[in-house]
């Protein structure tokens, strides 16, 4: 298994999606001119099974359309404008990108617990197809027990972290279970105590989403190892 990667304090939450469309080709190459080494994203799977990068699992926030991701083909997906003008990406086209502006990458999976095995499959495959050799491996993370599992069980070698939005009653065990290497944790749950217990169990510890400088400081000098953001301007201070 691939150790988890030299990660930067500062990881661009859907790209610089502060002023740009989330989850597009703009956003992750603007978060790349200003500085960003790594950016976040979100992965789901089409009706027809090809993997885009969209948050909601349906268009409507984010698009010209409406209606779910998983009833959609790629092509349907394809016909509508994300933010000013964008497309939704495919895994495919995001890897391109990520070689071009030599990013790092955290794929958050959003799965669909009745495709839940295909999509983890078709993620796996792509990955080990298609990702640059000039980028650091990605790190894998989703807030479903069930798709991390399938990922242990699929025999991915690339590190996961597990998403919380609360403190996980029994977090270090359920790391520990799941193979993690990183907990993702809404920064309002990540106390001095908990960061300390996560840390100290050998695991890296990630705050979502800060856009406070005030903020970002007291959660690094408690020792967290990374924060995500939409403002990564806000958040050039603390960049590595």
Not at 14 to 21: F, K, Q, V
Not at 24 to 38: C, D, H, N, P, V
Not at 55 to 76: C, F, P, Q, W, Y
Request: charged content about 25%; glycine content about 6%.
């Amino acid at each position: 298994m691939f150790s988890i990667p030299d990660l930067p304090k500062i990881i661009g939450h859907r790209g610089s999606s502060i002023d740009m469309p989330e989850n597009t080709e703009i956003s992750f190459r603007r978060a790349s001119e200003l500085g960003a080494k790594w950016i976040e994203c979100d992965l789901q799977l089409t009706a027809d099974h090809k993997v885009v990068i969209i948050h909601d699992n349906t268009i409507d926030r984010t698009s010209t359309g409406s209606g779910k991701v998983a009833n959609m083909s790629l092509e349907e997906l394809k016909n509508y404008r994300y933010g000013n003008g964008e497309s939704i990406l495919t895994l495919e086209e995001l890897i391109v990108i990520l070689g071009e502006c030599n990013l790092g990458a955290n794929l958050e999976l959003k799965a669909n617990p009745a495709t839940r095995e295909i999509f983890v499959e078709r993620v796996l495959s792509i990955i080990d197809d298609s990702w640059p050799l000039n980028c650091p491996h990605p790190l894998l993370s989703s807030d479903s027990v069930p798709c991390l599992k399938a990922l242990r069980d699929a025999g991915s070698n690339y590190p996961v972290g597990l998403i919380s939005h609360f403190w996980p009653f029994d977090c270090i065990e359920q790391l520990q279970n799941l193979g993690c290497v990183s907990l993702h944790l809404n920064y309002k749950e990540a106390t001095p105590y908990r960061v300390q217990a996560v840390k100290q169990a050998g695991f890296s510890l990630l705050c979502y989403t800060v856009n406070k400088c005030e903020v970002a400081e007291k959660l690094l000098k408690d020792g967290v190892d990374s924060i995500f953001t939409d403002d990564i301007t806000v958040m050039k201070a603390y960049m590595d």
